[in-house]
């Protein structure tokens, strides 16, 4: 057992497994280009004033998930960033975007940390690509959020997932929703546990997220927050779900979903998939147009986006089989030195195939002949160039196919140009 072990709830990503996230993150930069959203990077902690007002001081993430600490004595308290919704709007304030044009169309891929118990596809550092729609929250910004989220999943290839929607209205609907659910629940005080108790009289609307299995029965119960919808937020939502039909997006409404985060309204949407077990959420997103006021904004800003966790998905893809097809890198050239003394020169002539753009290994160590060639298949090398004495002598390299074990008699130069000849690199 090693002295030192990664922290409890974080993970070491090794070169295999990082071949997939290259892959899955490249579909998302294509995509996210394809739709007109461009990338914003954000600071790993803000002031922790920024989550508890932007993601509600009555939420699980703020009461009990955030990683906290003060940078000096007196000074102000910061946390690293347990989502990135907060973070991009107050970028967004803090620039002006809003000023410069009408809508912005942000993306991330980035590193998140929540204080949650440690278990399959949720660890305290953890991944997320997400996007922002700034500007706009009509029906067909939603709907372009959620096909753009759809699009990725479609083409990582996954399969069974379900897009479950929901509409939590305007303010108004949920302040006459918020005091009907007290009166139901009211009565079953003796049944809830302690966070619905707590959530009963800061936030009844989070008592219908809970994952306990015995306040199932009661949350069953409740009232529909669909029923106490005004004309308006119901056409709001059947023109969401107008488009998605149009593009054969396949859904289902949920009248009991709620995000777990406070400044959603109107369309809120979660993703599920069937191999996650309990925690079978991938991602999910909504609509917030109030969060710009909540962090201290002079008027509403309409916003639309959503969040993916990277390694829920990856889990998923595994548990399908999507990986299947993925290989690590291999090099073009392996480079097998016959004799040690003439490592320089070797070192030389890898120098000048890698400047021309062919990937190429060569041997460190100083290994036997018969170990670099061992070294060469094992990383899947489709030639190995041969350096020897009468190569140096004569300026001419036998470059060998290790699938068809043909060898030839090639110059340097030759060997530049033949290597991007597309017969050899099939």
């Known amino acids: 057992m090693p002295q030192y072990q990664a922290v409890k709830g974080a993970r070491d990503i090794f070169p295999e497994e990082s071949a997939r996230w290259k892959y899955v993150e490249g579909v998302v930069h294509a995509l996210a280009a394809l739709y007109g959203f461009s990338e914003i990077r954000t600071p790993v902690f803000e002031y922790t004033e920024l989550f508890q007002r932007g993601i509600g001081a009555t939420t699980d993430i703020v009461g009990k998930e955030m990683f906290t600490f003060l940078p000096d004595p007196g000074g102000k308290s910061l946390t690293l960033r347990p989502e990135m919704t907060a973070g991009v709007m107050r970028a967004a304030l803090q620039k002006n975007l809003l000023g410069t044009a009408p809508v912005h169309k942000l993306y991330y891929i980035s590193e998140l940390f929540r204080k949650e118990r440690p278990q399959a596809g949720r660890q305290r550092q953890f991944s997320q690509f997400g996007a922002e729609l700034l500007g706009v929250s009509t029906p067909a910004a939603v709907a372009e959020v959620i096909t753009f989220m759809m699009q990725v999943f479609e083409t990582l290839g996954l399969r069974g997932l379900r897009l479950r929607i929901n509409s939590l209205g305007g303010t108004h609907d949920r302040l006459r929703y918020r005091e009907a659910l007290q009166a139901y629940f009211g009565p079953y005080r ?120 990277m390694e829920r998905l990856l889990m998923t893809m595994e548990k399908q089989g999507l990986f299947t097809a993925l290989t690590p890198h291999a090099p073009l050239v392996y480079i097998v030195l016959q004799q040690q003394e003439f490592a320089e020169h070797a070192m030389q002539v890898a120098f000048r195939l890698r400047k021309s753009g062919i990937s190429t290994e060569i041997d460190l160590a100083g290994r036997s002949m018969k170990s670099q060639m061992r070294e060469a298949n094992r990383l899947r090398s489709s030639y190995a160039l041969i350096i020897g004495e009468n190569e140096v002598r004569s300026g001419e390299y036998t470059l060998k196919n290790l699938v068809t074990s043909e060898q030839t008699a090639l110059s340097l130069e030759t060997l530049l140009e033949i290597l991007h000849e597309p017969v050899l690199k099939e």
Not at 211 to 240: R, S, T
Not at 253 to 271: K, N, P, Q, S, W
Request: one cysteine or more.
């Open 190 to 309: 003796d049944r809830l546990d302690a966070p619905s108790l707590e959530r009963l009289e800061k936030n009844p609307l989070r008592i219908l997220d809970s994952k306990n299995p015995d306040m199932q029965e009661i949350v069953a119960g409740a009232p529909k927050l669909f029923d106490y919808l005004d004309a308006e937020a119901l056409a709001d939502f059947e023109k969401v779900l107008f488009f998605l039909s149009e593009r054969g997006i396949a859904f289902e409404i949920d009248h009991r979903l709620v995000r777990g985060l406070d400044y959603y309204c109107y369309t809120a949407f979660e993703v599920t998939g069937s191999e996650l077990g309990a925690q079978d959420a991938v991602g999910g997103g909504g609509r917030y147009d109030g969060l710009a006021r909540e962090l201290g904004s002079s008027a509403d800003i309409p916003a639309a986006g959503f969040a993916v966790g």
